[in-house]
């Protein structure tokens, strides 16, 4: 079971519908009245608030700006949502253990959306902590040419609160050039803007972090503010199934950070 | 349990009967045979100005980033009807180039095709190493829908089901399960009342399958059906109501994983993405 991301990107209001049913019948989870917390990092500590409580069958919809404000700098934190019994302190080191039980065909997950004047665009979705010492590999193959403002957004959950940061590099995957290097933020929303590199219809760009991972997303917002357009870009194991894919996934990622190793400068 | 013992297990014994000792182990999908290349079953909108589109990215390339000459790539795409039906295929290059934008409707146009149906896609020289893994290529990229008179740019969403095989004699394959028992598959999102919903469903399996739906308010729960043959799809509409308030979904079948794709409209614009 994973928390639940709200997040805010651009000049998108960024909310979260939170559920408390089972996206199934026939898997045990526990229908029971949930208290519901929000936890972010200060850099330094979890922050924790108590938000609500949901009984049985009740959604709820958190905006991102009802519990964080909005501002300028570069950090900005992902809030994470969790289902609680028991209360947790104002601050901690580490994030807390999950308190229910829930499914996993499919993930109990909740609407991650964002809204900009009558538009909204959502995912389905949820997040688990990544490890410190994991990777990212991702390919975005949907940026929009026409009337669109294109971004790369990933998001990013350690277990850890301290702020840290990692490049993230970007490619040109049919040369191998390196085209730019940015920061990922650990516990962020980070926002990377790409219209600035020029992609070409046929051109497929790739990501690359060597000391970060992160959920990664294509984001597009119409140049008139009135469409918004979201998808998550696929690590490479979605392009096999079956078997020992995350084995295949490995040697993917390991072929692609062997071979960009040597256009990296 | 260790992975090559589930895998052998999947691949050997009928889901029906693992769900028979074990409610909680539901199969989707079946293993094909070896050497198969999978591909989700893309849902192509072409009535009332739909337009859709899917990223075709160069699959050996990706595999095999090593390779200093990008080659070119041939993939077949093969289209069925609502009914489940098969109408036409056609080979397309990928040249030599990491990604191509495929106009979806313009090639079912030259099938004659006119309406919204379903499509898959096969490439036809698939990179073999991961098979030492029991793995099998699947294409479950991205497909982009754009109405200019719904909104302005286009909205993506990715293939989330291996749907369909086709094996080394060009024999296609459906390889959805289905359950023993009925299934419940209760959106997690919330149907606002002043907003239309177009939920679209695909049937992978190699039996029709009725679908039951029952849109629940606070006060009243509306019942419909749908059957949808084999290998077709069908579509649920939600329309605008003059309430202020929503409503959940909670969809029965004996499909393990009835997850529909959803169109959502608003005044100004749509969005697509997976239920």
């Known amino acids: ?265 | 349990m260790n992975e090559k013992i589930k895998y052998w297990i999947k691949k050997n014994v009928p889901s029906r009967y693992i769900e028979l000792l074990f409610p909680a182990m539901v199969g989707v999908t079946k293993v094909p045979s070896k050497g198969a290349t999978i591909s989700d079953l893309f849902i192509l909108r072409m009535e009332d100005n739909w337009q859709t589109f899917f990223e075709l990215l160069n699959i050996n390339q990706i595999m095999n980033p090593t390779k200093r000459e990008i080659k070119e790539e041939r993939v077949s795409f093969l289209f069925y009807s609502s009914a489940g039906e098969f109408l036409g295929g056609k080979e397309i290059d990928l040249s030599i180039q990491m990604k191509k934008t495929i106009d979806v409707n313009h090639i079912a146009n030259t099938l004659d095709i006119t309406k919204d149906c379903l499509f898959s896609i096969f490439h036809k020289t698939p990179p073999k190493w991961f098979e030492s893994y029991n793995s099998f290529l699947a294409e479950r990229g991205y497909t982009g829908y754009l109405n200019p008179e719904k909104g302005n740019i286009k909205s993506y969403v990715h293939g989330n089901l291996d749907s369909i095989a086709i094996n080394s004699n060009k024999k296609t394959k459906l390889l959805g399960e289905v359950s023993l028992r009925q299934k419940e598959y209760r959106l997690q999102h919330t149907l606002d009342d002043n907003k239309e919903y177009e939920l679209f469903f695909v049937n992978p399996s190699l039996k029709k399958q009725a679908i039951y739906f029952h849109e629940q308010r606070v006060a009243e729960e509306l019942k419909t059906q749908l059957i949808i043959p084999s290998g077709g799809m069908g579509k649920y509409v939600k329309p605008i109501r003059e309430l202020q308030s929503s409503s959940r979904l909670i969809i029965k079948s004996k499909l393990p994983l009835a997850r529909p794709v959803v169109f959502k409209h608003m005044e100004t614009s749509f969005d697509v993405f997976h239920g």
């Open chain 1, 1 to 265: 079971m994973a928390f639940f991301p709200l997040a805010s990107i651009q000049n998108t209001k960024g909310y979260t519908s939170l559920h408390n049913f089972s996206p199934n019948q026939w898997e045990l989870t526990d229908a029971k009245k949930k208290i519901l917390w929000a936890i972010f990092s200060n850099g330094e500590k979890w922050q924790t608030k108590e938000l609500a409580t949901l009984e049985v069958g009740e959604s709820q919809t958190y905006y991102y700006d009802q519990i964080l404000p909005l501002n300028d700098s570069i950090r900005q934190p992902l809030i994470l949502l969790q289902f609680r019994k028991t209360p947790l302190s104002s601050k901690l080191e580490t994030l807390p253990a999950h308190e229910f039980s829930y499914s996993k065909l499919p993930e109990w997950r909740a609407t991650v959306g964002f809204q900009l004047n009558k538009a909204q665009t959502s995912y389905q979705g949820e997040i688990n902590p990544f490890p410190n010492k994991a990777s990212l590999l991702t390919f975005h193959p949907f940026i929009q040419y026409d009337r669109t403002h294109n971004y790369l957004v990933v998001f990013n959950v350690e277990n850890s609160p301290i702020a840290r940061e990692a490049n993230l590099e970007i490619y040109n995957s049919a040369s191998k050039e390196l085209i730019d290097k940015v920061i990922l933020h650990n516990n962020c929303v980070n926002v990377i803007a790409l219209d600035k590199y020029a992609f070409r219809p046929q051109e497929l760009p790739v990501f690359v972090s060597r000391d970060m991972a992160g959920i990664p997303f294509g984001f597009g917002i119409s140049h008139a503010n009135d469409m918004l357009s979201l998808e998550h870009t696929h690590p490479p194991a979605s392009f096999v199934v079956h078997g020992e894919r995350f084995k295949v996934q490995g040697e993917i990622k390991k072929r692609w950070f062997n071979v960009l190793k040597e256009f990296k400068t």
